[in-house]
Protein backbone atom coordinates (compact mmCIF):
# COMPACT_ATOMS: atom_id res chain seq x y z
CA UNK A 1 0.00 0.00 0.00
CA UNK A 2 1.42 3.37 -0.94
CA UNK A 3 -0.28 6.05 1.04
CA UNK A 4 -0.27 10.07 0.16
CA UNK A 5 -1.13 12.45 1.93
CA UNK A 6 -1.99 16.26 0.97
CA UNK A 7 -4.12 19.06 2.28
CA UNK A 8 -1.93 20.77 4.30
CA UNK A 9 -1.16 24.36 4.50
CA UNK A 10 -1.51 28.04 6.98
CA UNK A 11 -4.51 29.12 8.58
CA UNK A 12 -5.20 31.11 10.64
CA UNK A 13 -6.46 30.50 14.38
CA UNK A 14 -10.23 29.11 14.32
CA UNK A 15 -10.10 28.27 10.54
CA UNK A 16 -10.56 25.03 8.79
CA UNK A 17 -8.44 22.38 6.47
CA UNK A 18 -9.46 18.74 5.03
CA UNK A 19 -6.23 16.45 4.77
CA UNK A 20 -6.66 13.26 2.43
CA UNK A 21 -4.98 10.10 2.69
CA UNK A 22 -5.36 8.62 -1.06
CA UNK A 23 -4.13 4.86 -0.81
CA UNK A 24 -2.94 2.48 -3.71
CA UNK A 25 -1.92 -0.39 -4.33
CA UNK A 26 -3.29 -3.69 -1.99
CA UNK A 27 -6.77 -3.85 -1.05
CA UNK A 28 -7.20 -0.74 1.36
CA UNK A 29 -11.06 -1.38 2.72
CA UNK A 30 -8.94 -4.09 4.98
CA UNK A 31 -6.75 -1.44 6.91
CA UNK A 32 -6.92 0.51 10.03
CA UNK A 33 -6.00 4.04 9.16
CA UNK A 34 -4.25 6.64 11.61
CA UNK A 35 -3.69 10.40 11.76
CA UNK A 36 -0.32 10.96 13.20
CA UNK A 37 1.49 14.65 13.81
CA UNK A 38 4.86 15.52 14.59
CA UNK A 39 5.88 19.37 15.67
CA UNK A 40 9.33 20.21 15.85
CA UNK A 41 11.02 19.32 18.20
CA UNK A 42 8.61 17.03 19.51
CA UNK A 43 7.68 13.05 19.20
CA UNK A 44 4.87 11.82 16.89
CA UNK A 45 2.20 11.79 17.94
CA UNK A 46 -1.35 10.16 17.86
CA UNK A 47 -4.24 11.91 16.45
CA UNK A 48 -7.21 10.02 15.40
CA UNK A 49 -7.88 6.73 13.59
CA UNK A 50 -10.66 4.75 11.49
CA UNK A 51 -11.44 1.01 11.26
CA UNK A 52 -10.90 -0.65 8.13
CA UNK A 53 -15.22 -0.85 7.98
CA UNK A 54 -15.18 3.02 9.07
CA UNK A 55 -17.75 1.79 12.22
CA UNK A 56 -15.07 2.83 14.70
CA UNK A 57 -13.61 5.90 15.40
CA UNK A 58 -10.79 7.00 18.31
CA UNK A 59 -9.42 10.72 18.60
CA UNK A 60 -6.53 12.38 21.33
CA UNK A 61 -8.64 13.72 23.44
CA UNK A 62 -6.99 17.47 22.67
CA UNK A 63 -8.56 17.51 19.38
CA UNK A 64 -12.24 15.65 19.96
CA UNK A 65 -15.13 17.89 18.79
CA UNK A 66 -12.86 19.76 16.73
CA UNK A 67 -11.48 16.83 14.36
CA UNK A 68 -13.52 14.12 12.25
CA UNK A 69 -12.05 11.04 10.27
CA UNK A 70 -13.58 9.40 7.68
CA UNK A 71 -12.73 7.14 5.04
CA UNK A 72 -14.63 6.91 1.67
CA UNK A 73 -13.12 2.73 0.52
CA UNK A 74 -14.63 3.47 -2.79
CA UNK A 75 -12.04 5.98 -3.56
CA UNK A 76 -9.40 4.06 -1.27
CA UNK A 77 -8.94 7.63 0.80
CA UNK A 78 -9.39 8.83 4.43
CA UNK A 79 -10.40 11.98 5.66
CA UNK A 80 -8.61 14.49 8.51
CA UNK A 81 -11.60 17.04 8.64
CA UNK A 82 -9.75 19.99 11.20
CA UNK A 83 -11.90 22.61 12.50
CA UNK A 84 -11.54 25.37 15.02
CA UNK A 85 -7.77 24.85 14.33
CA UNK A 86 -5.08 26.30 16.90
CA UNK A 87 -1.55 26.79 17.00
CA UNK A 88 -0.91 24.54 18.49
CA UNK A 89 -2.01 21.76 16.09
CA UNK A 90 0.74 22.95 13.92
CA UNK A 91 2.76 20.43 12.98
CA UNK A 92 3.93 17.56 10.02
CA UNK A 93 1.00 15.25 10.16
CA UNK A 94 1.30 11.68 8.52
CA UNK A 95 -1.32 9.29 7.62
CA UNK A 96 -0.65 5.55 7.72
CA UNK A 97 -2.31 2.14 7.31
CA UNK A 98 -1.90 -1.21 9.03
CA UNK A 99 -4.00 -4.13 10.10
CA UNK A 100 -3.27 -4.95 13.89
CA UNK A 101 -2.76 -1.34 15.51
CA UNK A 102 -2.36 -0.13 18.73
CA UNK A 103 -4.58 2.59 19.71
CA UNK A 104 -3.89 5.68 20.28
CA UNK A 105 -0.03 5.12 19.75
CA UNK A 106 2.08 4.74 16.20
CA UNK A 107 2.39 1.15 16.53
CA UNK A 108 1.62 -1.92 14.24
CA UNK A 109 1.40 0.39 11.56
CA UNK A 110 3.05 -1.08 8.19
CA UNK A 111 2.96 2.12 5.96
CA UNK A 112 3.45 5.39 6.26
CA UNK A 113 2.58 8.09 4.09
CA UNK A 114 5.37 11.49 3.53
CA UNK A 115 3.59 14.23 5.75
CA UNK A 116 2.07 17.20 4.82
CA UNK A 117 2.53 20.40 6.95
CA UNK A 118 -0.22 21.95 8.60
CA UNK A 119 0.61 25.45 9.92
CA UNK A 120 -1.93 27.68 12.26
CA UNK A 121 -1.19 31.19 13.02
CA UNK A 122 -2.66 32.73 15.86
Known amino acids: VQLQASGGGLVQAGGSLRLSCAAS????????VGWFRQAPGKEREFVALISWSGGSTYYQDSVKGRFTISKDNTKSTVYLQMNSLKPEDTAVYYC????????????????WGQGTQVTVSS
Open 96 to 111: AAGKYVVPYAPVGYEY
Open 25 to 32: GRTFSSYV
